[in-house]
């Protein structure tokens, strides 16, 4: 048995990646994703009308096309995003040069991983859902480059066909012990990854400083800051101005929070005793103090705070736990 991919097992290869790239759509560069394809059209090409592997000069070239674009658009790919548009691109590469079966395996290991880093990005249940169908679908691409698999397959389709049943069961038997995982597994109140995003690319979110202008791009961040539950009639939503940070002082190009400590505790508040609403907050970890009251808090209990002169209400240390 031949060491060698046929041309079906490289077009098994390459609808794996396609799917699996697919997942990353949503922050990946559109002209990142274009070469992305490019590339594994590249390859198709090759293996369909040119026997062996893309020559060494090609490959190299577009190495260096594939770099130089990368830096273009997410700058020195250090970070989140721009070390997974580089996982995704060397894929790609990696695709150009591969021959043998082991280089498939290679491959195919290397995009499980890239499948899971899409969550760095977005944990949606259509995103999990999706990381799922991909899981499975490189399940079958790794069956499909097993020796001797393929033997009788008449195309691509069929190459398919044969490996999505296997892949299918592998994916159903692992449903216990992810359950079992989910279940057990303790959550951490920070994120594993730790490196900072680009210095370009901004978050939706708060910061104690703003500076109109200053982003060339926006990401927008769905995680939860706070869960509120009231004890009686839902305010309605005129009524829902969630006070977070202040920012008094401008220096001509940024607004910024002024020094906390020049502020008073407390502050002077009429209010009629029957239009005040009781809630409950329970602040998830932001690593910041700032709280969020509705509008002025007559009475605020819990953790432990400090109201301040200019209308604030601050954690006295970082809310690094869930607290209320």
Not at 200 to 205: C, V, W, Y
Not at 282 to 307: K, N, Y
Request: aromatic share 10%.
């Amino acid at each position: 048995m031949t060491n060698s991919l046929t041309r079906n097992e490289i077009g098994l290869l390459a609808l794996a990646l396609i799917l699996m790239v697919v997942a990353h759509w949503h922050w990946l560069p559109v002209p990142l994703s274009i070469v992305f394809i490019g590339m594994l059209v590249i390859r198709l090409a090759w293996a369909t009308w040119m026997p062996g592997p893309v020559p060494l000069l090609l490959r190299g070239g577009i190495s260096f096309g594939i770099l130089a674009l990368l830096v273009w658009e997410v700058g020195i790919p250090i970070g989140r995003e721009g070390g997974s548009a580089l996982l995704i691109c060397l894929l790609a590469l990696k695709l150009l040069e591969t021959r043998t079966r082991r280089d498939a395996r290679l491959l195919l290991a290397a995009s499980f991983f890239t499948t899971m880093v899409t969550f760095l990005f977005s944990q949606q249940m259509i995103a999990t859902v999706y990381a799922l169908f991909v899981g499975a679908v490189l399940f079958a691409a790794l069956h499909g480059v097993t020796p001797g698999f393929g033997a009788g397959a008449s195309g691509l389709s069929a190459a398919v066909r044969r490996a999505m049943p296997l892949a299918g069961r592998l994916a159903i038997a692992a449903i216990p012990l992810t359950l079992l995982t989910f279940t057990l597994f303790p959550r951490l109140a920070s994120p594993l990854w730790g490196a900072p995003w680009d210095a370009r690319t901004g978050k939706t979110g708060l910061s104690d400083r703003m500076e109109p202008g200053a982003m060339s791009g926006l990401w927008n961040d769905d995680t939860p800051v706070m869960r509120a539950m009231f004890r009686g009639q839902l305010p309605s939503p005129q009524q829902r101005y969630w006070r977070g940070p202040v920012l008094w002082d401008f220096d001509g190009s940024a607004w910024h929070g002024a020094n906390r400590m020049a502020y008073e505790d407390g502050f002077s508040l009429e209010y009629d005793e029957t239009s005040v609403l009781a809630y409950d907050v329970m602040m998830e970890p932001t690593e910041q103090q700032w709280l969020f009251p509705l509008d002025l808090p007559v009475r605020a209990s819990g953790i432990d705070l400090r109201q301040i002169s200019d209308g604030q209400t601050l954690a006295r240390r970082p809310v690094i736990e869930p607290a209320s």
